[in-house]
Structure formats: structure tokens, C-alpha cells
């Protein structure tokens, strides 16, 4: 059996929507939402919330989630990666509670729409390929990255890099085919996290989401449209 241990990081400094962690998202706080869907996974047997802030750790723990420790300040700035938190995290697991999991999924609060199967099927994924380190959600790119361009010092249009091609040239359905990484569900092998200090790391495979919209929330429109599409979602089951 596989020890699987997700984490949720949920900082209590946001610019974009404040405190939006806590915020109510359809009377529910968004927090919520990401704890459901990880508690309801059917692979998952640990939910932790890594956070600072007394207010979201009352939260967590409301619905369910563990709080085991408590993020230091220093690593819930703006300017904060997901490495030091998820190597704080595996410490604090490690080294205090002498538990150490197998595979790490890590579900960020800002994409409320995801589901449990969702998280399920990365974590099957990752168990069935012995030479995969991290498998990541992936969907479409909504623009084709062969087409993209930068502004230079001049302010004239130069191509992004040498594998752009002209617009001209190729009708879209004629260029390679690109996903992006939707940071919807991250999972990675805690072995490969610590060996290579770096998340996600080493041999990552994607999950392909296939037509299915994509909520991140950076603004309020963001979030005006992710609970309207929530409320729309409960109004059809």
C-alpha cells in the first residue's frame, strides 16, 4: 500500500481578491471546496492545509482538514514558490511525526471546480507508471504558442522565440499540438521531490483534460465567473 498525502496551501495574504481563501464562494469558503474534493478521494489519506494565518487554520480544520503545523511568514509572501512549501511540509511530516508518504498531491484553493475523481486518476496514473516522477493536469493552450510574439525596446512586434512561425504560414490545426499544465491536480513521488529538492520534479506525466472549463481566481471577474458556473453546475445534478 501507498501512504498519499495531499497538501493544500492557503496563504492569508491575497492583492488580487482579498482574503480570498476564506472568501464565501456560493456560501461556502473557497478553502472548502479543495478540502472536499482531496477528503473525498478515494487515494488520498491525509489532507493537510499549510497555512499561517489563525483565521484559515479555523477553517481547515471546520471541514475536516489537518493543520499540523503552522507556515512560517516567511514562506506566505507574494513572491513564495511551491517548493518551500511543500519541503517545509515533508519536513515537518518526516522529521516530527516520523511519517513519511509516498506520493504528494498538491491542490491549490484558487481552482474550486476541481473533482475527486480528478485527483484519483492522477494519483492511479502516477502508481502505474514506475518510471514517472509527477504526473500534472494538462489542457489545451487557448492560444497556439507557435504564434506568439514580444514587444522589444522599440515597441515593435519580434517573434517570442526561434520555434515561432508566421502567422501566415500555418492554418492552427496544421501546428503541433500543446497543453498547458492547469495546476488543477500536481502529483509527485516524495522520493523524487527530495532527491532532485525541486517540485514537480524529474519525469512528469500529463493527464489531459478534455473539455473542461478552466477556473483560476486572480480577480474578481474570476470569481464572479467560477460561481456562476458553480451555481450552474448545482442548479443541473
Known amino acids: 500500500m501507498n501512504s498519499v498525502v ?14 480570498k481563501n476564506i472568501k464565501k464562494m456560493d456560501g461556502k469558503p473557497l478553502l472548502a471546496y ?37 507556515r ?7 513572491n513564495t514558490t511551491d517548493f518551500p512549501v511543500i519541503k517545509h511540509a515533508l519536513e515537518y511530516l518526516i522529521n516530527k511525526e516520523k511519517y513519511f508518504p509516498d506520493i504528494l498531491v498538491y491542490l491549490r484553493p484558487t481552482m474550486p471546480t476541481r473533482t475527486s475523481e480528478e485527483v484519483d486518476k492522477v494519483i492511479k496514473l502516477l502508481l502505474k507508471n514506475d518510471d514517472a516522477d509527477c504526473v500534472r493536469t494538462t489542457m489545451s493552450a487557448p492560444y ?4 506568439i510574439k514580444k514587444i522589444n525596446n522599440n515597441g515593435y512586434l519580434e517573434p517570442y522565440d526561434k520555434h515561432v ?3 501566415t504560414m500555418k492554418r492552427r490545426q496544421d ?8 495546476g488543477y491536480v500536481d ?12 517540485f514537480p520534479p524529474g519525469n ?33 445534478k
Not at 495531499?6 to 482574503?19: C, D, E, F, L, T
Not at 501546428?175 to 492547469?182: F, N, Q, R, T
Open 165 to 167: 512561425e508566421p502567422f
Open 72 to 78: 512560517p511568514k516567511a514562506l506566505a509572501e507574494d
Open 204 to 236: 512528469k506525466l500529463g493527464l489531459f483534460r478534455s473539455n473542461i472549463p478552466f477556473h483560476d481566481l486572480d480577480t474578481q471577474e474570476d470569481w464572479e465567473y467560477c460561481e456562476y458556473y458553480i451555481k450552474k453546475r448545482k442548479r443541473m
Open 144 to 147: 497556439p504558442p507557435y504564434w
Open 6 to 19: 495531499s497538501i493544500i496551501p492557503a496563504r492569508g495574504g491575497s492583492k488580487g481578491i482579498q482574503r
Open 175 to 182: 501546428l503541433p499540438k500543446v497543453v498547458m499544465c492547469d
Open 34 to 70: 479543495t478540502i472536499e474534493s482531496s477528503l473525498n478521494a478515494s487515494l488520498i489519506d491525509r489532507t493537510i492545509v499549510s497555512t499561517e494565518d489563525p483565521e484559515i487554520i479555523e477553517v481547515a480544520k471546520a471541514y475536516n482538514a489537518e493543520v499540523p503545523f503552522i
Open 187 to 198: 502529483a509527485a513521488k516524495v522520493k523524487s521531490i527530495l532527491g532532485e529538492n525541486t
